[in-house]
C-alpha cells in the first residue's frame, strides 16, 4: 500500500459495530492503515482485544468499548464517551450481526426476534444515534450498512436474517435520499462468501464449504480485506456522488446463478469456434 492511501482518513474517526473479527476486522484494519482512528465495540471485550494488539502493533490508532447495538442507552452513552476525546465519529460502519441457520418451522419467536433486533433495529438505532450527532456537527459524514444478496435473492434457513437485512437496504436507500442535503452518504456492501470469517467454517462440512467456492463465477471466496477496499473506496472522496447504493463484493456468486452457468464450461461458450 502505498504512503498517498495510508493518509487517506488522518484525522478521521470511525466506529466499526461488530469489528474484532471477520469481515468487520478486515474494515478495521483497512481504515487504520489508511490514518483513521478505529473504535470497535461489541459486547465483549475479549473478542475485541486480540485486533485491537494487531492494530496497534501495526501502527495503527484503535479503541474498544463494550456495546450492545440493541441496547440505545449504551449507543448514546457510546457516543457521549467518544466524544470526550474526539470531535465525534465521520465514519459509522454498521457491521454488527447475528444468524444461523433453520428451517423456518423450527424458527423460534425468540429466535427471529434476536436477529432482526440485532441487524434491523441496531443498525437504525446506531445510525440514528451517530447520524444525528453527524449532522447537528455540520461536517457531513459516512455510513455503511453490511448486508447480503440473500436480501432480495432470498435463500431458504435465513429467513429472519433475509428479512433483516432487506429491510437495511431499505433504510439505507432511504435515508440516503433524506440525509444527503445534510452531506451525510448512506450506502451499502453486500459481501458474498469470505474466507476466514468463522462463519462458513462453523455451519458447514468441508465438503460444502468447496461446493460453494467452486459455484462462484470467480471459483474462490472472498477475502476480508477486499471488503476493507470496498468500505475505504465508499469511504474516500473519489466515492462522494455514490449514495443508496449496495456495492456487491461476491465474486459474480448471485449473478451467476442464472441459466447461463449451465454453459459457462461449453469450450464455444468459452469464445471458442463455433460447431457446424
Not at 494488539?53 to 457521549?80: C, F, M, P, W, Y
Not at 451517530?130 to 447480503?148: L, P, Q, S, T
Not at 469511504?235 to 456495492?247: H, K, N, Q, R, Y
Not at 451467476?256 to 457446424?276: C, H, I, N, S, Y
Amino acid at each position: 500500500m502505498n504512503q498517498v492511501l495510508e493518509q487517506t482518513f488522518t484525522g478521521k474517526v470511525a466506529l466499526v459495530t461488530g469489528g474484532g473479527t471477520g469481515i468487520g476486522k478486515g474494515i478495521v484494519k483497512e481504515l487504520a492503515a489508511r490514518g483513521a482512528h478505529v473504535i470497535i465495540a461489541s459486547r465483549s471485550l475479549e473478542n475485541l482485544a486480540p485486533t485491537v494488539a494487531e492494530v496497534s502493533a501495526e501502527g495503527g490508532s484503535i479503541e474498544a468499548h463494550i456495546l450492545d447495538v440493541r441496547n440505545t442507552d449504551q449507543i448514546e452513552a457510546l457516543l457521549k464517551t467518544i466524544k470526550q476525546t474526539r470531535h465525534g465519529v465521520d465514519f459509522l460502519i454498521n457491521n454488527a450481526a447475528g444468524n444461523f441457520l433453520v428451517p423456518t418451522r423450527k424458527l423460534s419467536y425468540n429466535g427471529w426476534k434476536t436477529v432482526v433486533d440485532i441487524v434491523l433495529n441496531g443498525t437504525f438505532y446506531c445510525t440514528k444515534v451517530f447520524g444525528e450527532d453527524m449532522i447537528e456537527r455540520g461536517e457531513g459524514g459516512k455510513i455503511i450498512n453490511i448486508v447480503a444478496t440473500y436480501a432480495w435473492h432470498g435463500s431458504p434457513g435465513v429467513v429472519h436474517s433475509a428479512a433483516a437485512k432487506a429491510g437495511v437496504v431499505a433504510l439505507t436507500r432511504s435515508l440516503a435520499v433524506e440525509w444527503a442535503p445534510y452531506h451525510l452518504q448512506i450506502n451499502a456492501i453486500a459481501p458474498g462468501p469470505i474466507e476466514g470469517t468463522g462463519g462458513q467454517e462453523r455451519l458447514f462440512p468441508s465438503e460444502v464449504v468447496e461446493a460453494v467456492r467452486q459455484s462462484i463465477p470467480a471459483k474462490r471466496l472472498g477475502q476480508t480485506r477486499e471488503i476493507g477496499l470496498a468500505a475505504a473506496f465508499l469511504l474516500s472522496p473519489d466515492a462522494s456522488f455514490i449514495t443508496g447504493e449496495v456495492l456487491t463484493v461476491d465474486g459474480g456468486a448471485w449473478l451467476g446463478k442464472g441459466m447461463l452457468e449451465k454453459f459457462a464450461d461449453v469450450p464455444t461458450f468459452r469464445g471458442g469456434a463455433p460447431t457446424a
